[in-house]
């Protein structure tokens, strides 16, 4: 089960936070990822982290600027924003896989299992 939240607002050059609240999962190796999607464009990857390791991925547009982290206490993945541009813009998914290798091709929303609810994110500039 995915919950996430966080959305809203934001002037160009700001910056915002979403959670992602994960449980339920049978396996401790798994992927937790952002995907976002703007009006007009397909879905594509944002950031994932792996539960079991840490290893974390970026879209190349998102790197130094995102940061994607977990607290497993809390059954939570962050993805922290900073520096938003206008094209940041778009509703912005949670999604899990337990499923071994989609680690390499991560960007592929097609391989992710479970996803939540969208969260709107609008930059504005």
């Known amino acids: 089960q995915l919950q996430a939240f966080g959305g809203g607002l934001v002037r160009a050059g700001g910056s915002l936070r979403l959670s992602c609240a994960a449980s339920?999962?049978?396996?401790?190796?798994?992927?937790v990822g952002w995907f976002r999607q703007a009006p007009g464009k397909e879905r594509e990857g944002v950031s994932c982290?792996?539960?079991?390791?840490?290893?974390?991925y970026y879209l190349d547009s998102v790197k130094g600027r995102f940061t994607i982290s977990r607290d497993n206490a809390k059954n939570t993945v962050y993805l922290q924003m900073n520096s938003l541009k206008p094209e940041d813009t778009a509703v912005y998914y949670c999604?899990?896989?337990?499923?071994?290798?989609?680690?390499?091709?991560?960007?592929?929303?097609?391989?992710?299992?479970?996803w939540g609810q969208g969260t709107l994110v609008t930059v504005s500039s």
């Open positions: 999604a899990a896989t337990d499923t071994p290798g989609v680690y390499r091709t991560w960007y592929e929303d097609v391989l992710w299992d479970s």
């Open positions: 982290i792996s539960n079991s390791d840490g290893t974390r």
């Open positions: 339920g999962f049978t396996r401790d190796d798994y992927l």
